[in-house]
């Protein structure tokens, strides 16, 4: 059988903890996963996690960053124009860009293909493969929103980094696991990140209390301790 990898791109936005949610819970679900992240997205997670990535040294930084042994997971680095991924021939399921800076969605919007991240992009929604967009900026300038709009007309699920309260999270990492149920629900990889809403006001309040510091088998977060959250109820405050 032959292998049809996600594609997970990492710009340079704030929120790469979001990213590494996604690609382990990806890797949690027995997913192939090929990743790239651009040259400002390395500047990203070296503030945000104080570990280097380098290309020469993927397998080590991106396991250190993962907290994780590495399991099917393909580097590209984020100036190879000849990379799998550039091509619509090199099939994939799909892809996520995550987190998506205002100059990636730019970029995205465009066509510009000026790294593999965007070509990338551009190379899954020609081929009308699931792309997944999710901005982390706030508030958005109105360049940025007629682009976020053309994302979605050309046929992208645009996917805000916007966690809800409701559920009475207990910590940051709980947040950074419902964006990341969020992307999987839309790219239809099932996960064990968060209890589902079941109709009922306050169940998932009472039952975090009993599960917080509990720990989560599969969530995609290794070693944090962290609980389920709740998914969206119907009609949730936004």
Do not use: C
């Not at 790469?16 to 690609?23: D, E, G, L, Q, S």
């Not at 969605?105 to 593999?116: F, H, I, P, Y």
């Not at 099932?190 to 510091?213: N, V, Y």
Request: proline share 6%; aromatic share 6%; net charge neutral.
């Amino acid at each position: 059988m032959s292998r049809t990898p996600w594609v997970v791109g990492v710009s340079g936005a704030s929120g790469t903890p979001y990213a590494k949610a996604v690609i382990n819970a990806l890797l949690d679900a027995g997913l192939p996963v090929d990743v790239i992240v651009s040259r400002a997205a390395r500047l990203t997670i070296l503030d945000e996690t104080g570990i280097a990535f380098r290309d020469n040294h993927w397998q080590d930084d991106l396991a250190k960053w993962l907290d994780r042994e590495l399991a099917d997971v393909r580097y590209w680095t984020a100036t190879d124009l000849a990379a799998g991924p550039a091509s619509g021939s090199y099939r994939t399921a799909g892809m996520v860009v995550v987190p998506a800076s205002t100059a990636a969605v730019a970029g995205l919007a465009q066509g510009l293909s000026k790294d593999l991240l965007q070509r990338a992009a551009d190379v899954t929604l020609k081929e009308r493969r699931p792309l997944v967009v999710v901005p982390r900026e706030t508030p958005y300038a109105r360049s940025t929103l007629v682009n976020l709009l053309a994302l979605y007309d050309a046929g992208a699920v645009v996917l805000p980094a916007s966690p809800a309260f409701y559920a009475g999270a207990a910590s940051v990492q709980q947040l950074v696991d419902f964006v990341a149920a969020k992307v999987l629900d839309a790219i239809g990889v099932p996960h064990s990140l968060i209890t589902r809403w079941a109709g009922e006001l306050g169940a998932a309040r009472a039952q975090g209390a009993g599960t917080h510091g509990a720990g989560t088998h599969g969530s995609g977060i290794h070693g944090s301790g962290a609980a389920r959250t709740v998914a969206d109820p119907p009609g949730a405050p936004a």
